[in-house]
Every structure is written in structure tokens, then in C-alpha cells.
């Protein structure tokens, strides 16, 4: 879609429903946004809509982030204490590797 061709109204209505979207533990949708909308809130000019454009903008970059932080947090402890965890891990994992690093 092509954001210059929307009404300013239209652009907060997708705005605002992506970033509740990503309120339903989908990080990838607050990306989207954050990406999508960035221009729109950061480098045109001034427009009514604008000001709350920029809220969902950066609180979609804030979830973005803390989700990036939480799941590459998790990935580097799972994979370091995987061999010491045992039969957990090996519960928790879809695939079980072979051996040990």
C-alpha cells in the first residue's frame, strides 16, 4: 500500500490497529509498523494526526525492542545450559540435537 496515497485519518486507524495487533504477543506486527510508519511520524510535515502517529510509532519500536532483547536472552541461555538442563530441556526443545557442544 502506498502510504501517500491514504488520508491522514486512514494512516492512524492502520497505525493504531497494528500496534494493538502487536499487543497480541506478535513483535513482527510492531516491527511492521515501526517501519512502516516511521517516515510518517518522523520526517513529514506537520499534520494533525501526526502527534499520536509518533506515540504508537516508538511504543511499537519500545515492544519491538524488548521482544528482540527477551527472545535473544532466552535463545543464548537455552543454548549455553541445554546439555545441563537434561530431560527439561529435551521436553522443552522440538528438536533434540545430538550430543554436546
Known amino acids: 500500500m502506498d502510504l501517500t496515497k491514504v488520508p491522514n485519518e486512514r494512516k492512524l486507524y492502520l497505525c493504531k490497529w497494528y500496534f494493538k495487533a502487536g ?3 506478535l ?11 516511521f517516515n510518517e511520524a ?4 506537520v499534520y494533525d494526526e501526526q502527534k499520536e502517529i509518533k506515540k504508537y510509532v516508538i511504543l511499537s519500536a519500545i515492544g519491538t525492542l524488548f521482544w ?6 532466552w535463545v543464548t ?17 522440538f528438536m533434540i540435537p545430538v550430543g554436546m557442544a
Open 77 to 93: 541461555i537455552f543454548q549455553l545450559y541445554r546439555a545441563s538442563w537434561g530431560e527439561f530441556a529435551d521436553n522443552i526443545s
Open 42 to 45: 518522523f520526517r513529514k510535515p
Open 23 to 25: 499487543l497480541a504477543l
Open 27 to 37: 513483535p513482527f506486527v510492531w516491527a511492521v509498523n515501526t517501519v512502516w510508519f
Open 68 to 73: 528482540a532483547i527477551a527472545i535473544g536472552t
